[in-house]
């Protein structure tokens, strides 16, 4: 009785344009971690000055954690408030778009979202600017609505360069981006999903909560991520409207007394700041880049726990 040996599987064929295009993509991941890698390595090559001195050497002059941790605080502060804001405003517009809108309409409001995400952020801060005098009689007016919670008590500030206005204008910046996607997103979402929640006897609004959100939950989940990245890092909105107080952390919306943020203190500070102390700033652009990095992490953790949930499935 003979026996055969099980034949190996046939190998593909390659040509030399497959390995060509497979070194390219191979290099191109590995120019990404690589740039990423010489980033870390310069922020913390620049920020060793300030890390090795002394707390009285410090821009500050009381130490690291105390002039760092409230700009990171103010960071935090604000892009979660601009993410509250914008994230259920960009779903309904997206909603609006996809399901509700007639064509002609939804193609247009399309053009304009996409547009929107274009404007330089100088113009949202300008805009910003301008209209904090004028959003004061709506501070105080939450201010004597909402004053016994802590975040809206206080003596609100005549000037309305709060921190809620600045949370407001990066809503507004984000909201095109956040709203993009999730738009493509539910666009996504199977025909037939759809139309069988419809057959089934489903409203409208029903088979959006049965089919498109369950579809699209990753998505919009990565667009709020990427709206959130853009709130972190955004520098000249933030420097044009916040008053900020100085290394204080605060939980105050509508008066002065303002944390300030990141990227804002590098872009008034830097000019001038010669040593040590612009060491310092490279010390806060540090803790800027491990902030966005962790909480680009996250968003994938909770993006592959919705995984089996997702449509792409």
């Not at 070194?23 to 310069?42: D, R």
């Not at 981006?177 to 759809?194: C, D, G, K, S």
Request: proline share 5%; aromatic share 8%.
């Amino acid at each position: 009785m003979s026996t055969t040996t099980p034949s190996s599987p046939p190998k593909a064929v390659t040509r030399r344009g497959d390995r060509i295009f497979s070194g390219l993509s191979v290099g191109s991941g590995v120019a990404i971690l690589a740039t990423l890698a010489a980033v870390a390595g310069f922020l913390i090559y620049m920020a060793l000055p300030a890390i090795t001195a002394d707390s009285g050497e410090v821009r500050g002059g009381e130490g690291l954690a105390s002039y760092v941790a409230p700009l990171i605080f103010g960071t935090l502060y604000s892009s979660i408030i601009a993410l509250i804001i914008a994230f259920p405003l960009s779903i309904g517009i997206a909603l609006f778009i996809t399901h509700y809108a007639p064509r002609r309409l939804a193609a247009g409001l399309g053009y304009i979202i996409d547009l929107l995400a274009a404007v330089p952020s100088i113009i949202f801060g300008l805009w910003g600017l301008q209209i904090a005098s004028d959003a004061v009689p709506t501070f105080g007016w939450l201010n004597e609505t909402l004053g016994f919670l802590p975040p809206f008590g206080g003596n609100v500030t005549v000037t309305g360069r709060t921190m809620l206005m600045i949370g407001i204008v990066l809503a507004i910046m984000i909201l095109p981006i956040m709203t993009a996607v999730n738009r493509e997103v539910f666009l996504q979402t199977p025909q037939l999903h759809e139309e069988a929640s419809l057959a089934l006897g489903a409203t409208r609004w029903e088979m959006i909560t049965q089919a498109v959100i369950p579809f699209g939950k990753s998505g919009v989940i990565s667009g709020a991520m990427l709206g959130l990245g853009r709130a972190l890092g955004e520098t000249m909105a933030v420097a044009i409207v916040l008053s900020a107080s100085g290394s204080v952390i605060s939980w105050e919306l509508l008066t002065s007394r303002a944390s300030g943020t990141i990227a804002g203190d590098i872009a008034l500070n830097f000019p001038e700041s010669f040593g040590v102390e612009r060491s310092t700033l490279f010390v806060s652009g540090l803790a800027l880049f491990a902030v966005t990095l962790l909480v680009n992490m996250f968003a994938r953790w909770v993006i592959s726990r919705r995984s089996e949930f997702s449509g792409a499935n």
